[in-house]
Structure formats: C-alpha cells, structure tokens
Nanobody, 115 residues
Framework: QVQLVESGGGLVQAGGSLRLSCAASGLIVRFNTMGWYRQAPGRQREQLATITSGGNTNYDDSVKGRFTISRDNAKDTVYLQMSSLKPEDTAVYYC?????????WGQGTQVTVSS
C-alpha cells in the first residue's frame, strides 16, 4: 500500500516561511524519486522540485533559491521548505512519488500567502 500524507499547509504572510511534510509508506521515499507540485485555481499543475533516491535535486526556476526539497529516509518523509513566500505562491501543494510506470499523489494541502 502506497500512502502519502501531507501536512504543514496554511496561511502565511508574504515574505514568510512554511515547511510542508509528506509522510510516505513502504520505503517509498528511500527508493524512489519524490516531487512537489502545485496547482493554483485555473492553472496547470506545476512541478516545483524533485529529489532522487540518490539525493540529486532539481528545481523549477520560479522557486529556485527560495524552496528546498529534502528527505528523511528514517521517517520515510519528504519536505518542502518554502521561504520568501509570495502571494503568487498561493496554491494547493501536492507531493508525489514518481515511478517509471506512473505517479502516486498525496491529497494536497492548501498554502495561502497573504500580501
């Protein structure tokens, strides 16, 4: 059973920080590439960051230097540390486990950045 449980979303002021967590199961974080995505109303789902099982990270230019993806294999958890938040970061944020055959998604957590 693959389970991705997100937490940490909420309301934050512009310029502030927030850490999102995604707790996985079945050693998913340890052995697979994990990603964070977001989708704002009326917008396409956007890939923000990925981290491979070997620790290689990749970021979209829109969040590079502000967001950091990391993982804790012992907790089977992936994190997204978000800093210098902007109102345009407001969206539903999703974590995902990326496999060759497809993708498993978390339930999503709302992040709202007020100006």
């Amino acid at each position: 059973q693959v389970q991705l449980v997100e937490s940490g979303g909420g309301l934050v002021q512009a310029g502030g920080s927030l850490r999102l967590s995604c707790a996985a199961s079945g050693l998913i974080v340890r052995f697979n590439t994990m990603g964070w995505y977001r989708q704002a109303p009326g917008r396409q789902r956007e890939q923000l960051a990925t981290i491979t099982s070997g620790g290689n990270t990749n970021y979209d230019d829109s969040v590079k230097g502000r967001f950091t993806i990391s993982r804790d294999n012992a907790k089977d958890t992936v994190y997204l540390q978000m800093s210098s938040l902007k109102p345009e970061d407001t969206a539903v944020y999703y974590c995902a486990a990326l496999y060759g055959w497809g993708t498993d998604w978390g339930q999503g957590t709302q992040v709202t950045v007020s100006s």
